[in-house]
């Protein structure tokens, strides 16, 4: 019995992985907005699996994108043959994105799928698609209103496709990317109402590559001011929680200006600047 749920739940799979090739072949050409995390990731192998160099993958070159994902980025497309490129986005002179409102998020993709358009104009291009699958439409995402406004496609949704099931296509597929940690933008580590720059965020990013250096893999640096608020994923937190560590965490983020190093006792959970606004 096990058996034949393994293998109608194989079936399933294969069918919505199906039901995306069909979406993405009939869009005939494509840009896909691509930040290399695992969604993103799939579905431009995806549409260069379907449609080879009629699907573009681009990247925004924004201070809010960690260095580090850009060459684990750029591997990747070298790594699979995908057409790759950057484009200038210019989120940050945006006084509505700077200002780090609950919209923030909104600012920078309709600054993103703006440029998208563009480029997808110059080259006859209509069709622009982006790495939403279906756990993310139940979570507070304005992004998600800047891809309506901008009539940009969410194909991984649209074929039913859950995260899990993302990174198992992903495995099966043979991609890197299929157990990549959650990610998202360092703009998303500054608590909203307090105004970012590029300053903050490079501080940000700056801390975590030191815990990345340290062995930590999922984790966030949340910037309050003075105050940095570390979050480590629990199955790593015995890791966190010895005083050789904290003497290590304080001397990296005093260096970085903080005056006061806080862990939070709670762990890494995705979106946790969201519960100010749920309260």
Not at 155 to 166: N, S, W
Not at 182 to 197: E, F, K, W
Request: proline share 3%; hydrophobic share 40%; glycine share 6%.
């Amino acid at each position: 019995m096990a058996a034949l749920v393994e293998l109608s739940n194989a079936a399933r799979l294969r069918e919505k992985e199906d039901r995306l090739f069909t979406l993405l072949r009939d869009m005939r050409r494509v840009i896909v907005a691509f930040s290399g995390g695992t969604d993103s990731a799939y579905l431009a192998w995806a549409a260069n699996r379907v449609l080879g160099p009629n699907a573009v993958a681009i990247t925004a070159d924004s201070a809010s994108l960690p260095a580090s994902h850009k060459r684990d980025g750029e591997a990747f497309v070298a790594r699979f043959d995908i057409a790759h490129e950057y484009v200038t986005t210019r989120e940050f002179e945006n006084p509505l994105y700077a200002r780090n409102d609950a919209d923030r998020c909104f600012h920078c993709k309709d600054e993103l799928f703006t440029t998208l358009e563009q480029v997808g104009r110059e080259r006859g291009i209509s069709h622009i698609v982006y790495g939403v699958n279906v756990d993310d439409l139940g979570d507070y995402r304005p992004g998600q209103n800047a891809a309506r406004k901008h009539a940009v496609a969410s194909p991984l949704a649209d074929a039913g496709l859950t995260k899990a099931e993302i990174r198992e296509l992903s495995r099966q597929a043979g991609l890197p990317t299929w157990d990549r940690p959650a990610s998202a933008c360092l703009s998303s580590r500054i608590p909203y109402g307090t105004p970012v720059t590029i300053q903050t965020v490079k501080t940000v990013e700056a801390g975590e590559e030191e815990l990345k250096a340290l062995g930590f893999r999922q984790f966030r640096v949340r910037f309050h001011g003075e105050v940095v608020r570390i979050e480590i994923a629990r199955e790593e937190m015995e890791k966190a929680l010895n005083l050789d560590m904290t003497r290590r965490f304080t001397a990296i983020f005093k260096n970085l200006g903080f005056h006061y190093v806080t862990l939070d006792l709670e762990g890494y959970r995705q979106g946790s600047m969201n519960e100010v606004l749920k309260r």
